[in-house]
């Protein structure tokens, strides 16, 4: 059975796990954005330090969803059978190789390029990453995507946000003592 990486230490056990940038990050969101390229390259190097895969795309280029997707399988190492849609995007990262130090870092470049391209993508791209980091956290594996944009101004809607639902137990209106249509 392959060892997992170590989760994060309590903040009472380890204050100084609170001062690193992945837990800086994560503690909002596993999606970071950058305008200056200064600032996103010190961010890199520290990941790159501390032991993170890196796999950086440009968006400068993707004003289709096809040439988003050819990219994506390239600089990801997706496998041949990527079928180049949404719904392979989202198994195909859920599949990312995370190292048992450090974790996964995307760093995409020029986003706002592919944002004005592509919206509805570009949003759900975000929102797929942020969703599998926060699944990948429950077996202490980090995903953090950094996001840089050479338009200071821009803006997404939330991501990773899930539904409150009722426990597996009570799933059904039936497990609630509730009939049909109630």
Known sequence: MPSLMAFFK?????PEETQRLDWKLLERS????????SVL????????QHGYAIHELDGAKWTTPADFHADAQRALNFPDYYGKNLASWVDCVAELAVPD???TLIV???YDVFAHAQPQLAQTILDSIESTSR???LTGRRLVALVQSDDPRIRFERVGALPVTWNPREWTDADRG????E
């Open 108 to 110: 995409f470049r020029r």
């Open 135 to 137: 699944r990948f956290l």
């Open 41 to 48: 390259s010190q961010d890199v190097a520290w990941f790159r």
């Open 30 to 37: 596993a999606i970071a954005l950058y305008h200056k390229g």
């Open 178 to 181: 509730m009939a049909r249509g």
């Open 101 to 103: 130090e450090g974790g």
């Open 10 to 14: 309590r903040k009472e056990k380890a």
